[in-house]
Every structure is written in structure tokens, then in C-alpha cells.
């Protein structure tokens, strides 16, 4: 169970303590950012739609349990603020410490509701990044997607 003692005054201060459990692979401190409910999902890039405290902890659990740790930077942020629900869409640029590799973007959607204990992590919803299909000084076609 993660620990209640933390709290999160503000939306913000979730997202910060979120991206920084990220860079350390810590799950505890991870862990101790999502609201500890059947209700929270987690959607890794190109991973399944997963829903549950318990599942969303134990995904975390393998991604760090690889040993590699990437650095996260957060660009292009987008914020809602409710009442008691905000959104944050981001840009989230990964890489790895002395890696020579090109970084990686990733699309971020996250949620975070206020409850008795502050702000958590309701809802974590990352996709790759779509690859450029035409060059920038071409109009891209128009696009066909549902929703």
C-alpha cells in the first residue's frame, strides 16, 4: 500500500513527484502518487489498457525491475484545472543517461483527482509518438481518424 503520509497540495506537485519517481524507478515513491483505487488506469505505450491499483503497481513493478532508468522531460504541456479533477497532456521526451541513442517522444495524458489525501494519479495514458509522414513545408493529408 503506498504511503498516505505524502501529500500532494497541488495538481502540479503530483505531476512533479510523478515524473520524478519515474527518473528514480522507484515504486514505493511511484506508487505513493496514484489514488489507491480499483478505479485508476494505466496505459504504457503500445501496452494494454490496465485498470486496478494492483495492476497498475505491478506493471510499474516490471518497468523498473529492467534496471534501466530514464530521464523525462516533460515539453508542450497542456493543463486543465477543476475543482476536484485536472488533466495534464504532455509531450514527454526519454532518455537514457549516457545513451549516445536519439531521445524518445511519447504523448502523455494524465489525470489527477482531489481526495482527503491531496491530489493522486487517477488516470496515466501514454502513446508513441506517430512518426512524420510528410515533410513540414507540405500540408499533411487530411486525416481519417474516428475520434
Not at 506508487?31 to 504504457?44: E, F, K, L, N, P
Not at 543517461?97 to 494519479?121: H, K
Not at 508513441?128 to 513545408?137: C, G, N, V
Amino acid at each position: 500500500m503506498p504511503s498516505r503520509r505524502k501529500l500532494f497540495p497541488t495538481a502540479d506537485d503530483a505531476e512533479t513527484a510523478f515524473y520524478e519517481a519515474f527518473e528514480r524507478a522507484d515504486l514505493g515513491a511511484m506508487m505513493a502518487v496514484w489514488a489507491a483505487s480499483d478505479d485508476v488506469v494505466c496505459i504504457h505505450p503500445t501496452g494494454p489498457r490496465l485498470s486496478g491499483f494492483e495492476a497498475v503497481r505491478e506493471s510499474w513493478g516490471q518497468i523498473f525491475s529492467g534496471g534501466a532508468q530514464l530521464r523525462a522531460r516533460t515539453v508542450d504541456v497542456r493543463k486543465f484545472d477543476g475543482q476536484s479533477v485536472a488533466v495534464r497532456s504532455v509531450v514527454e521526451i526519454l532518455t537514457a543517461p549516457g545513451s549516445q541513442g536519439s531521445p524518445q517522444s511519447v504523448l502523455a495524458t494524465n489525470v489527477y483527482e482531489l481526495g482527503d489525501g491531496g491530489w493522486r494519479m487517477t488516470i496515466h495514458h501514454a502513446s508513441p509518438m506517430p512518426e512524420a509522414s510528410a515533410p513540414a513545408d507540405e500540408p499533411s493529408p487530411p486525416s481519417h481518424t474516428l475520434h
